[in-house]
């Protein structure tokens, strides 16, 4: 079993619609959890942490379920400009020194008019 | 401020070659990371600098990469000989400490491998 785990779609869903996508992750130790942004043959980019009591920014809002280890990622009013493959990304360890993260392979995302 | 930035953007060479990757990490970043995403795969770790000591190296593969960091400020990727089974694309990454506000992760925009 992979230690991040996501659909990896494509999500094709219209403008205007409300999209989500779930992520499961196997160590039961991980501490922290984020969603990054990938667009094509580009960097990842840092969309937002995952807090266990769930967090908003504009359109986005992600949450954690530590009982049923895993995090989610909800998209709002869905823009064309959101089309990328959204990558979740697990800290497994309290490593003091940093954040070695764990990815999935990434939920392709296509918003079309 | 200048993020993570890497170079070459892309190289091509042929199996047997050896490819020396670099990263500047974003200033005053204790750690770099360096990423690989093989083609259809996830994005895999293969190490940890916190300044210029290997925190963590189990991801690299086998003993054709060696990754140095010398004097904590940029870090180097060498692969020796290359196989072609290392194409893929290498991120790299920086953060300051934990704690600190700035412990996210930030990417460089990547260097794709090509091994003939």
């Known amino acids: 079993r992979k230690e991040v785990e996501q659909d990896p779609g494509p999500f094709n869903v219209p403008e205007g619609a409300t999209v989500a996508f779930n992520c499961t992750y196997s160590?039961?130790?991980?501490?922290?959890f984020f969603w990054y942004r990938q667009d094509c043959r580009k960097e990842p980019k840092l969309l937002m942490s995952?807090?266990?009591s769930g967090n908003e920014d504009g359109r986005f809002t992600a949450q954690l379920n530590r009982a049923s280890q895993y995090i989610s990622l909800l998209i709002r009013d869905s823009k064309l400009s959101d089309s990328a493959t959204y990558l979740c990304?697990?800290?497994?360890?309290?490593?003091?020194?940093?954040?070695?993260?764990?990815f999935g392979a990434g939920t392709i995302l296509r918003v079309k008019s | 401020e200048a993020g993570v930035t890497q170079f070459p953007s892309h190289s091509v060479i042929e199996k047997g070659q050896t490819v020396t990757l670099r990263c500047d990490p974003i200033?005053?970043?204790?750690?770099l990371y360096w990423y690989r995403r093989v083609m259809g795969k996830e994005i895999k770790f293969l190490l940890h600098?916190?300044?210029?000591?290997?925190?963590?190296e189990s991801g690299m593969p086998n003993n054709r990469f060696l990754a140095e960091r010398t004097g904590g400020t940029y870090s180097t990727l060498k692969v020796q000989p290359a196989e072609l089974e290392d194409s893929g694309v290498y991120f790299c990454a920086s953060s300051g400490r934990p704690g600190t506000g700035s412990e996210k992760l930030f990417f460089g925009s990547g260097t794709q491998l090509s091994v003939l």
């Open positions: 200033s005053g970043h204790d750690n």
């Open positions: 995952v807090y266990s």
């Open positions: 990304a697990v800290n497994p360890s309290n490593n003091p020194y940093g954040n070695k993260l764990v």
């Open positions: 160590n039961s130790a991980s501490q922290s």
């Open positions: 600098f916190v300044k210029e000591s290997k925190q963590d």
